[in-house]
């Protein structure tokens, strides 16, 4: 069988580390910059970096329509900070914010002030939904939250997999997994390897 192809939204952000975790969970990784790169793959990232910018280009360079379709008709899709973000139905203050809106979840940006910037801790993370059999007691997993989101509702598709003071920091609605803090940053494959095996599992 040959490598899934994944694809990192490449506009701005943190897409490099991304892409480098993905090629170590033995995905064939490529970046994605135009509407034609969306094109055969069998699973995507949308990275952290500043969703307003984000949302703003994939609007202005008419990918959004064709991402949030692909979304819809059940791309495995990983999104990470600002991609999680996106990825939300309801951005709290934000309702004009571009944004591809099918995680049923409301999502507070920049949620821990600005005193906590960025912080490390490890996360109790459920028994993972992966394609492969679950880990009964899944080791804690360490999670650097960046200017992080916080989601502050969930509706009822959506399952909760790690929390933070007892909100949610990582959740999957079928095809989407959502997490505020970077994977990307740290050594542990679980999550990049959760898309990779949705898209071989086709
Ligand atoms: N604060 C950023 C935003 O609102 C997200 C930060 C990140 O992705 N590290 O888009």
Known sequence: MSAPR????????????HIRSLRRCGADAVEIRTREDLDGLSGLVLPGGESTVMGKLLTEWDMMDRLRGLIRDGLPVFGTCAGLILLC?????HPGQPRIGLLDASVRRNAFGRQVDSFT???ELSPFPAVRPLEDRPAPMRAVFIRAPLIER?????????RVNGLPVAVRQRNIL??????ELTADLRLHQ??????EAG
């Open 121 to 123: 801790t490890d996360l």
């Open 178 to 183: 959502a997490v505020s803090f970077h994977p």
């Open 194 to 199: 959760w898309v990779v095996d949705m898209a």
């Open 154 to 162: 969930t509706g009822t598709g959506v399952e909760v997999l790690a």
């Open 6 to 17: 994944i694809g990192v939204l490449a506009l701005q952000g943190a897409f490099r580390e």
């Open 89 to 93: 139905t309801d951005i709290i203050g």
